[in-house]
């Protein structure tokens, strides 16, 4: 392990944005106010209703060290952050979605890692879950080996605003893909399971916005929609590699929490055709669906019962 504290490289930090401007500049400030200090900011406008870089100049943000790219339409996550690599002058490279926000030490102690670990391409940490207000914890499983076969069993790697990685690692498991528009970061994890050395810090580093308007308000039929195209794209090699049975229990795990988030939020934002509608298409013959609803129903009851 390399003992060279001098070992401060430039971080590139990305942050896609669209139609945020309280979450955006929240996010700007948790960057600012980070203890390591080579940094720079790109910022990547999906051609949101307003000129981030405008606004940004209007609440004066728009430091030196900050720039400020525009997409020309609506290309989706995806396109945005591989913009986003594509400008970036940094070795080391972290993704900061625009409704996330970091603790102050976040970037310090992930480029430790790197310094104690030249071979590490990528790491990530644990992550708080803002949930109506609240913020809770996410309770991590942590991995660094049989990544595929974790990520195929069920395990649920954490968000983009985790991680940090080397620039150099998407020529081994290649950018974001651009043609899905939902589970692009998942893609990615599958396809960086096998070709990255990858590392973690189980200290809890981000804040991550579940219950962000526009994450919980999106069309589920769209929703949905892109999902069964991320499974068709992956149905042949997971078939291949585990069998058809393994591929089906995948699809089924997928599709079953999709529903479940989706029932949730429709039910939160009272849209109640959706909720009738995920349920009697989805989550009607779930077992897993009522196991969670009981102990969601038993834990309102505790929580009556004590005040």
């Known amino acids: 392990m390399s003992e060279d504290n001098s070992y401060t490289p430039l971080v590139s930090v990305i942050i896609p944005n669209y139609n945020r401007k309280k979450e955006l500049v929240r996010a700007l400030h948790s960057v600012f106010h980070q203890t390591y200090k080579n940094m720079e900011t790109i910022v990547v406008d999906d051609c949101s209703f307003f000129s981030n870089a405008e606004y940004l100049l209007e609440k004066g943000l728009l430091m030196d060290d900050i720039c400020v790219f525009r997409n020309s ?4 996550l995806a396109y945005t952050r591989n913009r986003g690599i594509a400008e970036a002058k940094g070795e080391l490279i972290a993704f900061l979605d625009s409704d996330d926000y970091w603790e102050l030490e976040k970037i310090e102690k992930q480029v430790a890692l790197f310094r104690e670990d030249p071979n590490l391409d990528m790491v990530y940490c644990d992550t708080y879950l803002i949930i109506n207000g609240v913020r809770l914890e996410r309770n991590t499983k942590f991995f660094s080996s049989n990544l595929w076969r974790h990520l195929i069993e069920g395990w649920k790697p954490p968000n983009p605003s985790t991680l940090m990685m080397r ?6 498991s290649g950018l974001f893909s651009e043609e899905l528009r939902h589970h692009e970061d998942f893609d990615f994890w599958l396809r960086a399971a096998d ?26 039929k769209i929703k949905f929609e892109r999902t069964y195209k991320f499974l068709k794209k992956w ?7 585990e069998g058809k049975q393994t591929f089906q229990k995948f699809k089924k795990n997928m599709l079953s929490t999709m529903a479940i988030e989706s029932f949730n939020s429709s039910f939160k934002h009272r849209k ?4 009738l509608s995920v349920y009697f ?25 004590s005040e």
């Open 235 to 241: 149905e042949s090699e997971i078939t291949a590699r």
């Open 73 to 76: 339409e609506n290309r989706g």
């Open 195 to 220: 070709r990255l050395n990858i590392g973690y810090c189980t200290e809890i580093l981000s804040n991550f916005s579940f219950d962000s308007k526009d994450r919980l308000s999106n069309d589920y």
């Open 281 to 305: 298409r989805y989550l009607i013959t779930d077992l897993k669906f009522y196991r969670l609803l009981k102990n969601k129903i038993l834990r309102n009851l505790r929580i009556s019962k």
């Open 272 to 275: 109640f055709q959706n909720v």
């Open 167 to 172: 620039k150099g690692c998407f020529i081994k």
